[in-house]
């Protein structure tokens, strides 16, 4: 829900702080109401109450508050399709956080990190990933160093980078389990599970994704959904293509018994090559028709993607369909050209 008193309450606090003289605490609430109207699903309101918060704030408050609303409105600007705008909010949010607030200044790269990824501009993303690292201080709590790291190491899975990857997420495994943080243990886990399920080690990768499904399951957490998917292609990928597809089909209706609208997409294409390897290239035509959409649209497109197309390919080539074999060449070949070159060791 759009959860309307949240948002009548801040805008409300807002001005009574700005009749009080109180800039700061005016900028702050409106601030908030930005990011409730961009996780509500109404991102020109949460442009508005975005600039809004820059106009309280800007006749004095210290530079990181600056620097958080600089970041939100870059926040609203990317979900309204406005890339550079995005990019542009971040670079000043980055050199006002940078001098006050390191935590601060790593969130924003990482935004800015994960849009340079999306619009194809992967050495610049590598590059504010790198400068995140650089900006983690011995200082920081183990806690907000292992929140900035995750994003970063999410950024690296992203780029293909997988031998990095792969050292940072059996360090982050470890000082969670230290830390006891369950919650992005069972995040990091997964990541994990997603490293070596690209680099083809598919009996470590179902380890992991196990390991992910057992926490989040104690959490309660929706996100066993997603493990039980990527255990399904380890399942395909090991050679179990029957018990793979039975189990993805099931899983599919149970999310949509259960409403899980977010993963049905995710769980189809997670289906596609167990569905072709038993012969339903029909379950598997919308999750092409999607995937080429992605590309044509410049919608993000990420390593399950190429991952699922390769598959699909392989299995196009041993069936002998030469339309099906061209399109899904066409395919994987868009989707590589979109991506850095996937870096196993």
Do not use: C
């Not at 089909?249 to 289906?271: F, H, T, Y």
Request: aromatic share 4%; glycine share 8%; proline share 3%.
């Amino acid at each position: 829900s759009r959860a309307p008193e949240f948002v009548a309450d801040g805008q409300a606090l807002a001005e009574r702080a700005l009749g009080a003289g109180q800039p700061a605490i005016a900028g702050e609430a409106l601030r908030l109401v930005s990011v409730e109207h961009r996780a509500t699903g109404h991102p020109a309101e949460a442009r508005d109450a975005g600039q809004a918060a820059l106009r309280a704030l800007e006749p004095g408050s210290d530079g990181v508050a600056l620097a958080r609303g600089l970041h939100t409105l870059g926040l609203a600007w990317r979900e309204l399709g406005h890339h550079d705008r995005a990019l542009d909010a971040y670079a000043r949010a980055y050199e006002l956080a940078v001098q006050g607030d390191r935590l601060a200044a790593r969130r924003v790269l990482a935004d800015r990190a994960d849009l340079l990824q999306l619009l194809g501009r992967w050495d610049e993303s590598n590059d504010d990933i790198e400068r995140s690292e650089a900006l983690a201080s011995r200082n920081e709590s183990a806690r907000n160093r292992s929140a900035s790291t995750i994003a970063s190491l999410q950024l690296v899975l992203a780029q293909g980078r997988l031998e990095k990857a792969r050292t940072m997420a059996v360090k982050l495994v470890s000082d969670l389990r230290y830390l006891g943080i369950d919650s992005r243990l069972a995040s990091v886990l997964l990541l994990a599970g997603e490293v070596y399920r690209f680099s083809d080690r598919f009996e470590e990768a179902g380890d992991h994704y196990r390991q992910a499904l057992l926490m989040f399951d104690a959490l309660g957490s929706p996100l066993a959904i997603l493990a039980r998917a990527n255990l399904g292609m380890v399942r395909y990928a090991s050679g179990e293509v029957e018990e793979a597809f039975d189990e993805l089909s099931a899983l599919l209706e149970e999310a949509e018994q259960g409403k899980v609208a977010w993963m049905l997409e995710p769980i189809r294409i997670a289906r596609a090559p167990a569905a072709a390897g038993v012969g339903r290239w029909d379950l598997v035509r919308p999750t092409l028709d999607q995937l080429e959409r992605g590309v044509e649209t410049g919608g993000r497109v990420d390593l399950d993607a190429w991952w699922v197309s390769r598959e699909l390919a392989a299995l196009a080539r041993s069936g002998g369909d030469g339309d099906r074999i061209a399109r899904l060449e066409r395919l994987t070949a868009r989707i590589e050209e979109r991506l850095p070159q996937v870096q196993v060791s």
